[in-house]
């Protein structure tokens, strides 16, 4: 029943990297849109980065630059590369696909949750 499980976080130095990856079944890899969301304790879900089948491409503006989100059709597996990691940018972080477009990501309606893969940047 689990259709997307996060992998590939961990305590890191500021300034260091991090590659995400979520493995997602076929059916919710194969939808219009596809995203890591990540959420802080006391803060509210935030949409990270997100792809579109098209190749489109979002970035929240504190990411801009830092982390590059894609796919790997072949795995079924979305990844996000992080560089430059900030203390801000510890959280907890989640993949969902499903989406018609990335707008929809921004505002809902979402699905279930996975576990989700703890980042700790290090000041």
């Known amino acids: 029943q689990v259709q997307s499980v996060e992998s590939g976080g961990g305590l890191v130095p500021t300034g260091g990297s991090l590659r995400l990856s979520c493995t997602a079944s076929t059916r919710i890899f194969s939808s219009n849109a596809m995203g890591w969301f990540r959420q802080a304790p006391g803060q509210k879900r935030e949409l990270v980065a997100g792809?579109?089948?098209?190749?489109?491409?979002y970035y929240a503006d504190s990411v801009k630059g830092r982390f590059a989100i894609s796919r790997d059709t072949s795995k079924n597996t979305l990844n996000l590369q992080m560089n430059s990691l900030e203390s801000e940018d510890t959280a907890m972080y989640y993949c969902q696909g499903g989406f018609r477009n990335i707008a929809v990501m921004l505002r809902g309606p979402f699905g279930s949750w996975g576990q989700g893969t703890q980042v700790t940047v290090s000041s």
């Open positions: 792809l579109s089948i098209n190749n489109t491409t």
